[in-house]
């Protein structure tokens, strides 16, 4: 079997020196990135989509997160090793081509530029939802090109820009959820005025849809997980991108722990898990409601807004360094690569408009070419975290013999966890193909990858003979 030759190194920049005008600039602080690891935990998936979660597992749906959020961190882990030890805008896509090949990275970094695209159309029409919903007789579809004019525009400008935004959108999205685990514990401790501790009342019945029922909860919960990835991206345009993806990284075990399985725990223990509410308003506005907190639906659609609108932000930033980086190393249209001001320009306004047009065809084809798409990007972030994982490994040996001092962040008990999580990634294609609901789009995402891995393969052939 031919190997892929490792690519030299970036040649070294004189320290202060300032970036040339094709370069991205380092203008993200410390603090950003510490916000941005923290807002990619806590997303729309969080506060409505594992409603239907607890519906399928019940309380059991706290041992769904807890497997599935051990998996995340394995996957978090062996991305810091390899984005500390090669920093790059490209991420996972960046090191997918340095350990398999350029049609690695080709096929990880189109699909998820897909799906980053696609979920900014989703994450605009959940907000205008919202926003319509205050303003009856408002057309969504105004409020949801509004909203990309206004993310387009912000990452457009300056790098700092973004990451401003991100930081106050995160600090919003922490502080509510961390109000909301505090009153959560309080009640269930019986110390919160007015409200009587249900105990383990609600806990009795802890698998009530059995196995079936944990795997739908599992999978639900895999894919509530997905965001971490962008703070890898961010990293390399940070003032001290090897310190900045590390921290993130070493914290991600607590982040998961208190905001996801915490959360999840609190609300199993404090609503009842069949309760409809659960599904219809979302799991902690049910809660809330339990707990007689007046205005909880109103406060909760604020915080569920500020989480799509941050997201919006955060997945026109990644789409837009994906496309560049990609481009940047010969995998895309040279157009996608200009960089005018430290910023990917075209890349952000091709993100963008990928996404407005996801917007529009949710109005004009919903039944058919929309919810193909949708079907198309349902198991990406699987594909990605599977081309992760292989990469670290061949990296890791790599990187031991090459560049031992550059294992600022290591994998733990190497190899063994890496094979663990690879294990783990094929059990849920399994139970995704053994799932109805899930089945589809396992299938549909499967066809686009082969589809773009055969390109990627082509091109690198192609470019081999040349």
């Given at each position: ?6 690519p ?12 040339a005008?094709t370069?991205?600039t380092?203008g ?6 510490s916000?941005?690891a923290?807002g ?20 059991s ?59 900014v159309?989703?994450?605009?029409i ?6 319509s ?12 090109a ?12 300056a ?16 502080g ?8 959560g ?42 965001g ?11 003032e ?34 069949d ?17 007689g ?20 932000n ?6 837009s ?15 996608l ?5 430290g ?25 058919d ?27 890791r ?12 962040v290591r994998m ?49 052939r ?5």
């Amino acid at each position: 079997m031919t190997t892929t030759p490792t690519p030299p190194p970036a040649p070294a920049k004189t320290p202060g020196a300032a970036p040339a005008p094709t370069d991205l600039t380092h203008g993200l602080k410390q603090r950003h990135l510490s916000m941005i690891a923290l807002g990619g935990v806590i997303g729309a998936g969080l506060f409505v989509g594992s409603g239907a979660g607890i519906a399928a597992a019940g309380p059991s749906i706290v041992v769904a997160y807890t497997l599935s959020g051990l998996l995340v961190m394995l996957v978090m882990r062996m991305l810091g090793e390899m984005s500390a030890a090669y920093p790059s805008s490209g991420s996972f896509s960046a090191h997918a081509e340095r350990a398999i090949g350029p049609w690695a990275g080709f096929t990880a970094g189109w699909a998820f530029w897909v799906l980053l695209c696609t979920a900014v159309g989703l994450e605009g029409i959940g907000a205008a939802k919202i926003v319509s919903g205050w303003l009856p007789g408002t057309p969504e579809w105004a409020w949801v090109a509004l909203f990309m004019v206004v993310f387009c525009a912000v990452n457009l400008a300056a790098v700092r820009s973004f990451g401003e935004f991100e930081f106050w959108f995160a600090a919003l999205k922490v502080g509510a959820i961390s109000l909301f685990l505090v009153l959560g514990v309080l009640a269930i401790a019986g110390l919160l005025p007015g409200t009587d501790s249900p105990g383990t009342d609600h806990l009795g019945d802890f698998l009530p849809g059995g196995g079936e029922g944990l795997v739908i909860g599992l999978l639900a919960s895999v894919f509530a997980y997905g965001g971490l990835e962008t703070v890898t991206i961010a990293a390399a345009e940070s003032e001290d991108p090897v310190r900045g993806v590390a921290g993130a990284v070493r914290t991600a075990m607590w982040r998961i722990a208190l905001f996801y399985i915490g959360s999840m725990a609190v609300v199993v223990t404090l609503v009842p898990w069949d309760s409809p509410a659960v599904v219809e308003k979302g799991p902690y506005v049910a809660t809330l409601d339990q707990l007689g907190i007046p205005g909880a639906g109103q406060l909760m659609n604020v915080v569920v807004l500020v989480a799509l609108l941050s997201a919006m932000n955060a997945n026109i930033y990644g789409a837009s360094r994906i496309a560049y980086s990609l481009v940047a190393r010969g995998q895309g249209p040279k157009a996608l690569g200009r960089v005018s001001g430290g910023v990917p320009r075209t890349a952000v306004a091709a993100s963008s408009v990928f996404g407005f047009g996801c917007v529009l065809l949710s109005y004009w084809r919903p039944d058919d070419v929309f919810s193909w798409l949708l079907n198309m990007i349902g198991a990406v972030i699987l594909v990605v975290w599977i081309f992760i994982a292989v990469s670290q490994l061949r990296l890791r040996r790599r990187l031991e013999r090459e560049a031992p001092g550059a294992l600022v962040v290591r994998m733990w008990a190497f190899p063994v966890l890496t094979w663990v999580a690879l294990a783990g990634m094929v059990t849920v294609f399994v139970l995704m193909a053994r799932e109805p609901g899930t089945r589809v789009q396992l299938y549909s995402t499967g066809a686009m990858t082969l589809a773009l891995a055969a390109l990627g393969y082509a091109r690198q052939r192609r470019r081999a003979t040349t």
